[in-house]
């Protein structure tokens, strides 16, 4: 995307790269070892990871309610006994795997917990090292294994806990077997808009578009769900509150009522899941749902009929006649572009980071001098390259503290596309309404990504992605994500009225090899907007998707940017 | 005429749990030896026959197999007083839980594997688990360093050996182009501190590389710190016989070791030539004699 910057980067010296990453991991071993060492536990059995098993249905309900109490009554108890308790829990995690959620945390732990200083090296190494990979300076498995024995020095040392990591994990998905080839990944635009009537009340749904592959379906939908009946919360009783956010959602239980059916007469396990908690912050929207079909419908399958509320008609959703997918052009990335996109991604990030909050500076200033070290010190870029002055002239624009080696550099211009997303920071303009965008994108990273729908709203744009890994788990691609340079694909984009969109925030959901994902642009969509272009980056390819904006109605989609009032959608 | 790296370090032993009893093993001048096993070469034709092999042939077997493994490099001890806390120690605490937690939905292509251990990781802890991992498809570890590990864990008197072992090993090749990295890594990470003790600068200002050809290599004083350059035989000769530092000097180089007395080449500040220094083992210790 020459539009980000000026290509700047050397030719690559894999040695050169290695040989700084072992060198600051050296530096950074040197530093932990000062650190006191990890003690033996005193209490051994809050060693053992706790974990919980449930699956999303209604009586999830009652079961996270009662795993809650026991667990607030479990920790009130060690809390009274030991005072000072609630400070030593430990990580918890959680997975979606095979339509289960997965927690597990581990109890106690202060004397095991790594030290933040043992942490924040680890984090510095794999982002180094996640640097070099996206710049193409080295390998992947050669910087995992840097990192992974970095680790073991830690272990051994009794600086790290435990090895791989933490105290329980999960085994990683066998890769499929020869001869057993996997489904293409389909997406099928729906864009369908359902009024539902439930009892007395109304809610609506959009069904935006299906995704098919080897082992499920996943449907797409914005909900409106029906109001809440007055006498669900006697008046004597107190609303519960959440006690851990991180807990869980709270879907709409209405949907949890869909059935699904084929042409072949198969019926197909339909589970609802959504992250919007409580609705959107602007209205009582639900935005990132879906519905899971297990098992994947039979390529033979020529329509689903979808029953989403007991004695209301189907609605049938073709799969042998999907409309025409939206335009797509895929390139590679030029090598010495590899790097700049790096600086994009830095650069992407302290955008982010700047509209998130103010207190956000010092993680882009904790990141800064790591990934323009790595990219320097390994020869990757030269230190006064133009891409490194344009982040110096970013990082002053946006009032950041820059490491001395960015701070020395003069300014420079910047990239249209910076330029544009500084400029229309604070728009509130955006047209609001869904577009049931479906598109399969080219392979980027050795990842399958799936476009599901696109939705718009005054102040913002969201893409729901998913993605599937060709290349299996990778478990530091887990434990490091929060270290890589980025843990997504960069995504920009750049609507026909020449507005730029950054992605701003994300939303991902893990399971398995897989991932779903809520990517945030901003700033919002131009209101004269008739089409925009959605750039997908890996490291070192490139997908452009260029979708017109198509809005979905009542009557079904209307090719019509110009949506009256604003409105297009419940 | 024995090299002087392993004339200056002295012998050590260390006691393996074997079939028959606890038996020593025994390293002196570079050769790890088991004496309870003098007819060993007996035992390996039992063993190839599909008989067991005793764990301290086996370690003798894994000693001469990771003679030259890098690894050791990247986990071993940067300073002689880098402990690793790896203890041999079957009794470790290992928790292993599979199927009992795996609903079948889980199990579709996927195994739970969830342990949990205490106490510091010991060869029991690290190997089960990595036998767990490998059940599960996943291996994370790697054989050959489950057995690097089996040899760290009989003390620190033989991470150093093996340390000096390995280097000593590629000091005398040709090193190609991919290994660098490692070699530079293992220089940086164990003269840095002893040059910033040395020197009384911090560790991170000491920039190390490879000295590859004739003589000793090259000190520098530069206005960020110190830039060293040394060959990989001063890993074997002077690092891991604790001669890196004595009375004030930065020794380069071993030229001569006879019984506790050894001559190394030392300099007292960047710049200067190194000299002959004479030095006498005395307790562990090096001491300037005269």
């Known amino acids: 995307m020459t539009e980000h910057g000026s290509g700047a980067a050397r030719l690559v010296d894999t040695e050169r790269a290695e040989t700084y990453l072992r060198v600051l991991a050296e530096a950074e071993l040197r530093g932990a070892v000062k650190q006191r060492p990890l003690r033996r536990p005193p209490w051994p059995w809050l060693e053992r990871p706790q974990r919980r098993l449930r699956r999303v249905r209604p009586l999830r309900l009652l079961f996270r309610r009662v795993s809650r109490r026991a667990r607030a009554v479990r920790i009130a108890r060690l809390q009274a006994e030991r005072p000072g308790f609630g400070r030593w829990l430990g990580p918890r995690r959680r997975h979606r795997q095979g339509g289960w959620f997965v927690s597990a945390h581990t109890l106690g732990g202060r004397h095991r917990s790594p030290n933040p200083t043992i942490n924040a090296g680890i984090t510095r190494l794999a982002a180094a090292a996640g640097t070099l990979v996206a710049a193409g300076a080295l390998e992947s498995a050669a910087a995992d294994a840097i990192v992974d024995s970095y680790r073991l020095a830690l272990v051994l040392r009794r600086r790290l806990d435990d090895w791989p990591f933490g105290a329980g994990w999960w085994g990683s998905p066998q890769r499929p077997t020869a001869g057993q080839p996997a489904r293409p990944l389909t997406a099928i635009s729906i864009g369908r808009h359902v009024p539902l009537a439930l009892e007395e009340r109304r809610a609506e749904v959009n069904l935006l578009s299906l995704v098919i592959d080897n082992d499920r379906a996943v449907l797409t939908l914005t909900a409106k769900p029906p109001p809440a009946l007055d006498d669900d919360q006697p008046d004597d009783e107190p609303a519960e509150q959440p006690e851990d956010d991180d807990d869980d959602y709270e879907p709409t239980e209405f949907l949890f009522e869909a059935t699904v059916t084929d042409d072949q007469g198969t019926d197909y396990d339909a589970a609802y899941y959504t992250n919007d908690a409580d609705g959107d912050e602007d209205d009582d929207e639900l935005w990132t749902s879906q519905l899971e079909l297990t098992p994947a419908p039979a390529t033979s399958a020529r329509w689903l009929d979808l029953t989403l509320w007991p004695g209301t008609p189907p609605v049938r959703v073709p799969l042998d006649a999907p409309p025409a997918p939206p335009e797509l052009t895929a390139e590679q990335l030029p090598a010495d572009l590899r790097a700049e996109q790096c600086v994009s991604a830095l650069a992407e990030t302290m955008l982010k980071l700047r509209r998130l909050s103010p207190e956000a500076g010092p993680v882009a200033e904790f990141a800064l001098p790591i990934v323009t070290g790595a990219l320097t010190g390994a020869g990757v870029v030269a230190p006064d390259s133009p891409a490194l002055r344009q982040l110096a002239s970013l990082g002053r624009r946006l009032d950041f503290a820059l490491p001395a080696s960015l701070a020395n550099l003069a300014d420079t211009e910047l990239p249209p596309a910076w330029r544009s997303v500084l400029d229309d920071a604070d728009a509130a303009d955006g047209p609001v309404g869904v577009i049931p965008a479906a598109a399969v994108l080219p392979d980027l990273d050795g990842t399958s990504w799936a476009l599901a729908g696109l939705r718009s709203t005054a102040k913002s744009m969201q893409l729901r992605l998913f993605g599937w890994s060709l290349a299996g788990t990778d478990h530091r691609r887990q434990v490091d994500r929060s270290a890589r340079l980025r843990e997504t694909p960069g995504v920009w984009a750049r609507d026909d009225t020449g507005r730029w969109h950054h992605a701003a925030g994300s939303e991902s959901s893990q399971s398995d090899d897989q991932t779903d994902l809520t990517i945030e642009l901003v700033p919002p969509l131009h209101p004269m907007a008739t089409s925009v272009d959605l750039i997908v980056a890996g490291t070192s390819e490139r997908v452009t998707v260029t979708l017109p904006l198509t809005w979905l109605t009542a009557g079904g989609p209307v090719p019509d940017a110009q949506v009256p009032g604003g409105e297009a959608t419940p | ?290």
């Open chain 2, 1 to 290: 005429m024995t090299e002087p790296w392993r004339a200056a370090l002295p012998p050590a032993s260390a006691t393996v749990a074997c079939a028959a009893g606890p038996h020593r093993l025994r390293w002196k001048e570079g050769v790890l030896s088991a004496p309870a096993h003098p007819d060993s070469e007996a035992e390996l034709v039992l063993t190839a026959l599909g008989g067991d092999e005793t764990e301290c042939l086996r370690l003798v077997r894994l000693w001469s197999q990771h003679a030259d493994d890098l690894n050791v490099f990247t986990i071993g001890p940067r300073t002689p007083t880098d402990r690793l806390k790896l203890v041999r120690d079957e009794r470790a605490t290992v928790i292993q839980l599979t199927a009992p937690l795996a609903p079948r939905r889980l199990a579709k292509g996927h195994r739970v594997v969830v342990t949990a251990g205490i106490g510091p990781p010991s060869v029991a802890h690290v190997v089960a688990r990595h036998n767990a991992l490998r059940r599960s498809g996943f291996d994370p570890v790697g054989e050959h360093r489950v057995e690097l590990l089996a040899l760290l864990a009989l003390g620190p008197a033989f991470q150093l050996r093996l340390t000096a072992t390995v280097a000593s090993a590629w000091a005398d090749r040709k090193i190609p182009p991919s290994t660098e990295p490692r070699l530079a890594q293992a220089l940086a990470g164990r003269l840095a501190p002893v040059a910033a003790g040395w020197l009384g600068i911090d560790p991170d200002q000491v920039q190390v590389s490879r000295h590859d050809g004739p003589g000793w290599g090259d000190l520098e004083r530069t206005e960020s710190g110190l830039r060293a350059t040394l060959p990989l035989s001063w890993l074997a000769s002077v690092w891991a016989a604790g001669l890196s530092v004595v009375d004030g000097r930065l020794a380069v180089g071993v030229t001569e070791v006879n019984g506790p007395r050894a001559t190394v080449l030392a300099v007292r500040r960047p710049g200067d030539r190194p000299e002959p220094l004479t030095v006498v083992r005395r307790a562990s210790k090096w001491t300037v004699t005269p």
